[in-house]
């Protein structure tokens, strides 16, 4: 727990202690310690403890059940000795985006802020067109409700039902999430960024290349010495994203020089998507805004959301990619069928030539199943477009 009228500078130092641990929250029991039909049951109960324990800690806030605070005010004792007048007010609260899921009673994968449809999660918005703020005060009315056509209603909401601690509470429980660097950017979208410039790098043999060169890019300036290569790496944590986020452009620029006419579209498209996620990333680290500097962060969004398409193989998930594989199975086999019926036509230039073709149309057909599979419908990418409206 932190109070709003500190200075970042005093917030973010850790000797200054201006960050108190309040209570240890409960952890709940592994979901595969659970016979799978006992899921649901548990996840309830592990909703309810949460929120009882969250409860209690958060009872002082509550004024009415507070005997000197009838007007919403406290007079409370200040660290310099003097008594002041102070209206509690719970007004931010930190978290990833399962948390936020867990806090605000919302089902998987869809967005804390607003009630974007799930499936249009990885689509640009404009600041002036977002979706409606989630209407908490409507999930408290039929959460209350405890009936059956209010249960039927929260469900096609994509809310639990239950007791919510933030809905008893003096707060906007909209407004508690803020935008945050380390959850939604490094560990979130500029993570997602270097699995999809690996997968690219993969696809087009540049791997090595990038390699080589991620381990060229000299120790000056606070950049760490490297030791590993890029692929080495297997997960990058927030300083490291922070530093490579420095010098990740010009090493993916390098790798991606050169290639056939048909590669240079992607690269090109490549390139200009990381370039626009970099410098939507480096708009946000900015200390203060003013209305250009917050139009250009759109902008660059805007143009992430154009150029982010290319990516679109490495969002293709496990599902997406057995299908492929069954596809490419069927394929060769009509491959197979067609070599063999022609074996005593075909000469062994034409037979070449031939199976060439047959491998050209599997991998395009194989990347046309991937694509079709794939989408960019998944939270952190979404909740960029609410940065804007969040700083002003
Ligand atoms: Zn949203």
């Known amino acids: 727990m932190t109070i709003g009228n500190l200075s970042s500078k005093i917030r973010q130092m850790p000797s200054t202690h201006s960050v108190v641990m309040v209570p240890c929250l409960p952890i709940p029991i592994k979901n595969r ?4 039909k006992q899921l649901d049951g548990q996840r309830q109960t592990d909703r309810e403890v949460l929120n009882e324990v969250l409860r209690r800690v958060h009872q002082p806030l509550t004024f009415k059940q507070h005997p000197s605070a009838e007007s919403g005010y406290y007079n409370v004792l200040c660290a310099d000795g003097n008594f002041r007048r102070c209206n509690l007010v719970l007004s931010a609260w930190l978290a990833d985006c399962t948390e936020y899921r867990d806090l605000h009673h919302l089902e998987r994968h869809f967005c804390f802020w607003c009630e974007c449809p799930k499936n249009e ?21 039929l959460s209350d409700a405890n ?47 270097q699995k999809w410039i690996f997968h690219v790098m993969k696809t087009h043999e540049r791997l090595d290349k990038l390699n080589a060169i ?29 530093e490579i986020s420095r010098y990740l452009l010009g090493v993916v620029t390098q790798s991606l020089r050169g290639g056939s006419p048909a590669q240079r579209t992607i690269f090109n498209r490549a390139i200009q998507c990381t370039q626009a996620l970099l410098e939507f990333y480096m708009y946000a680290r900015y200390k203060s805004h003013n209305d250009a500097t917050l139009s250009y962060m759109e902008e660059a969004l805007h143009r992430f959301h154009t150029f982010k398409d290319v990516f679109l193989l490495g969002r293709a998930g496990n599902k997406a990619n057995a299908k492929a594989d069954a596809l490419r199975m069927e394929l060769v086999k009509e491959r197979k069928v067609d ?13 070449r030539r031939e199976m060439h073709a047959w ?34």
């Open 33 to 36: 310690n659970i016979p799978h």
């Open 214 to 242: 991620s381990l060229s890019v000299p120790a000056y300036h606070d950049l760490t010495p490297k030791n590993n290569s890029y692929e080495e790496v297997s997960q990058w944590n927030g300083k490291e994203m922070k």
């Open 339 to 351: 070599k063999e019926t022609n074996a005593e036509t075909w000469t062994p230039s034409k037979n």
């Open 359 to 392: 491998r050209d149309y599997i991998s395009h057909e194989i990347d046309i199943s991937k694509e079709l599979d794939a989408d960019f419908n998944f939270p952190k990418i979404h909740l960029m477009s609410h940065w804007a409206e969040q700083i002003r």
């Open 121 to 141: 999660l990885g689509d640009y918005v404009h600041s002036d067109k977002q979706h409606p703020r989630w209407d908490h005060n409507l999930d408290r009315t």
């Open 147 to 193: 009936a059956n056509s209010a249960d039927a209603d929260l469900s096609l909401r994509h809310v639990h039902r239950g007791f919510n601690v933030f809905r008893h509470n003096p707060c906007i429980v909209s407004d508690l999430p803020k935008p945050d660097l380390l959850h939604t950017m490094h560990i979130g979208k500029l993570d997602h960024l």
